[in-house]
């Protein structure tokens, strides 16, 4: 079963940084878009990072210049490097692999893994 595992998420005092990695098994993700989408309570998911295939990167406006996103096709892994957290950055991080070929689409999703920024 293709599956896609988040880690990393701790609790960190405001300034603080985080490593998050995503680890994709039973699939090679060296095609696939992966991107890093956060959930905070009681509002909807947004996008944070996204890396394309060919490692072009693209960041949502609040996390810039904080946020690095890698790849590791080697390893079939992704990750997200945190500074200067913020407690606006508490959220529950879910890793993200897409591909289309053709007329199909592979969408495949983590379970999330929690981030809280907090003194």
């Known amino acids: 079963q293709v599956q896609l595992v988040e880690s990393g998420g701790d609790l960190v005092p405001p300034g603080g940084s985080l490593r998050l990695s995503c680890a994709a098994s039973r699939f090679s993700i060296s095609a696939y878009a992966m991107s890093w989408h956060r959930q905070a309570p009681g509002k909807e998911r947004e996008l944070v990072a996204t890396?394309?295939?060919?490692?072009?990167?693209n960041y949502a406006h609040s996390v810039e210049g904080r946020f690095t996103i890698s790849r590791d096709n080697n390893k079939n892994t992704v990750s997200l490097q945190m500074n200067n957290l913020t407690p606006d950055d508490t959220a529950v991080y879910f890793c993200n692999a897409v591909r289309r070929l053709g007329a199909v689409l592979n969408d495949y999703w983590g379970q999330g893994t929690q981030v809280a920024v907090s003194s």
């Open positions: 890396i394309t295939s060919v490692g072009i990167t």
